[in-house]
């Protein structure tokens, strides 16, 4: 009498076991998504879905619709579709300049609440229209979404770029003492390529850190390792001096001095690197007088471009770097909390001093 039981038992668990299931082919795995603000205000919202039926000639499916709010546009492109959408594999949002422009605080807070969103999946900002980007079809890469993904994924390794997940960004929105950045792509004929950096004060995008500048603004983010920079040290009329660095480490240093409207700012750089090319100069690096004469020619172009940066981000508005950070723990959270920080900033006196250090010259120690 027991086993008859127990038979109808586990088959009874089997079977319940089956009531959820979702069957790969019928299930569309949202793995990008683009936002743009249209002119009556709505937003323009667009979905890239692989496809896995073998019948299908399409490697990817894109939805598109516009709606008040992100949740409607959901619910829309769903009857555009037979697959069941989700978004348990979302890996990258597209937002468009559009967007960005008007403020992204309320996006944020949908995307943050929705626990099938990865706090690890990739912003990017878009100079231009998300959709179009997202939906155009690239000869060399027939999944746009996938090879978007890539590319954020390898900069940002290489920190030609910011790291910028959904984590990272809404930390940094939440942080008062520090402003959050993305990296920002366009389209370059057959090509995406990185188009700089996207500078944010709070959730609105208020101005942009061009490519040839991303590793200097790197390097006054933070620390890094195995960064790649090529300098170009003086113009001449027929040749220019230049030097490329490889394998850059980079550390840095805030410290806060003074207080009220003698309050100032230092910021500390220490690069270690090594010369993989070097043209157009005459100094000879086989020798440690000239190799000295390099390290503090890198060392004042670095500190120039960087107090440059620095107050381009002051006139900007946007603390990206943190300084905010600094001057609260400087100052103790209660006169923080009485201080104005967005009308105090712009205004702060801030230096920057790099030491260089290169240990080789290639084959040459």
């Known amino acids: 009498m027991r ?23 019928q299930v569309g795995l949202i793995q990008t998504t683009s936002y743009d603000l249209l002119p009556n205000g709505e937003l323009k919202i667009a979905v890239a879905i692989p496809r896995v039926e073998a019948e299908s000639n399409q490697e990817r499916e894109v939805l598109r619709t516009s709606a008040p709010t992100s949740k409607q546009a959901r619910i829309q492109m769903s009857r555009q579709t037979s697959l069941q959408l989700v978004s348990g594999q979302l890996r990258v949002t597209l937002l468009g300049k559009s967007f960005v422009q008007a403020g992204i605080g309320d996006h944020l807070d949908t995307q943050t609440r929705d626990p099938a969103i990865s706090p690890l999946m990739k912003i990017a900002v878009v100079n231009g229209d998300a959709e179009q980007l997202l939906n ?44 959050p950045v993305a990296p920002m792509i366009r389209r370059a004929g057959e090509n995406i390529v990185i188009d700089g950096i996207a500078l944010f004060k709070d959730d609105r995008y208020v101005g942009r850190i061009p490519e040839k500048d991303a590793m200097i603004f790197a390097c006054l983010h933070g620390g890094f390792k195995q960064g790649e920079l090529g ?72 500190a120039a471009q960087a107090e440059l940066l620095v107050k381009k981000l002051q006139q900007a508005g946007a603390d990206s770097i943190g300084i905010g950070s600094y001057v609260r723990n400087h100052m103790g959270y209660p006169a923080w909390k009485k201080t104005n920080w967005g009308e105090r900033y712009p205004r702060i006196e801030v230096h920057c001093k790099v030491k260089t250090r290169i240990n080789n010259v290639g084959k040459m120690k």
């Open 136 to 179: 155009q079809r690239y000869s060399q890469h027939p999944r746009t979404d996938l090879y978007i993904e890539r590319l954020l994924g390898k900069e940002s390794d290489s920190h030609s770029i910011p790291k910028a997940t959904l984590y990272e960004f809404v930390r940094d929105y939440y942080d008062d003492g520090i402003d």
């Open 231 to 302: 300098i170009r040290l003086r113009k001449k009329e027929k040749s220019t001096e230049a030097v490329v660095l490889t394998s850059l480490v980079s550390s840095r240093s805030i410290k806060v001095t003074g207080a009220g409207d003698k309050m100032k700012v230092a910021i500390d750089m220490h690069l270690n690197a090594t010369v993989s090319e070097y043209i157009g100069g005459d100094l000879k690096l086989g020798k440690p007088r000239d190799l000295k004469k390099l390290e503090q020619k890198i060392s004042a172009y670095m």
């Open 3 to 25: 086993l008859p039981l127990l038979l109808i038992f586990a088959g009874s668990l089997l079977l319940g076991g089956c009531g959820d299931q979702r069957i790969l082919e």
